[in-house]
């Protein structure tokens, strides 16, 4: 985090707005907007090539992925490999498999006023932005690097 405006990346997906919860997000970002003006840069990137995509999301600090899933994707997992602070699905499920103590991201769930007290969260204690970074890399690295993934489908494909 180096000061405000918080950056944040909202990777919308044309044709997939219900079902990632995009105008869930959205609502609370535009609230956020209204009531802490200028500390955050709002930003919704769609319907452009992957490189484009990645290059838009590189400077920002929170990474708006979904809301109606129990666990992280790819897309959440890429924003986590590269430092940025993940709203995604974590479920407590999902978190006691991992045996995580704190989260990596910020478990999204589908509800306006939740998502607004998270953003808002990160506004007031912006120095929680440096510490979601840092177990978001520690987590990818540590729970999907080739390794970990090879000997985990190994583990069970000889139990079977």
Not at 133 to 150: G, L
Request: aromatic share 14%.
């Amino acid at each position: 985090f180096t000061g405000f405006p918080i950056k944040v990346f909202h990777g919308w997906q044309p044709g997939k707005d219900i079902r990632k919860g995009n105008d869930l997000f959205d609502r609370a970002l535009k609230k956020i907007e209204s009531d802490y003006p200028g500390k955050i840069d709002y930003k919704i990137v769609g319907g452009v090539t992957y490189a484009e995509y990645i290059e838009t999301f590189d400077d920002c600090c929170i990474f708006i992925d979904q809301c109606y899933s129990q666990d992280c994707g790819v897309n959440a997992l890429l924003g986590m490999k590269n430092g940025k602070v993940v709203f995604s699905g974590l479920e407590k499920p999902v978190q006691d498999y991992y045996g995580l103590v704190n989260n990596p991201i910020i478990n999204a769930i589908p509800d306006v006023n939740q998502i607004y007290k998270d953003i808002e969260m990160l506004i007031l204690n912006p120095n929680k932005i440096k510490a979601y970074s840092s177990r978001a890399i520690d987590f990818v690295e540590k729970f999907h690097n080739k390794n970990y993934v090879i000997d985990k489908y190994i583990s069970i494909w000889t139990t079977k």
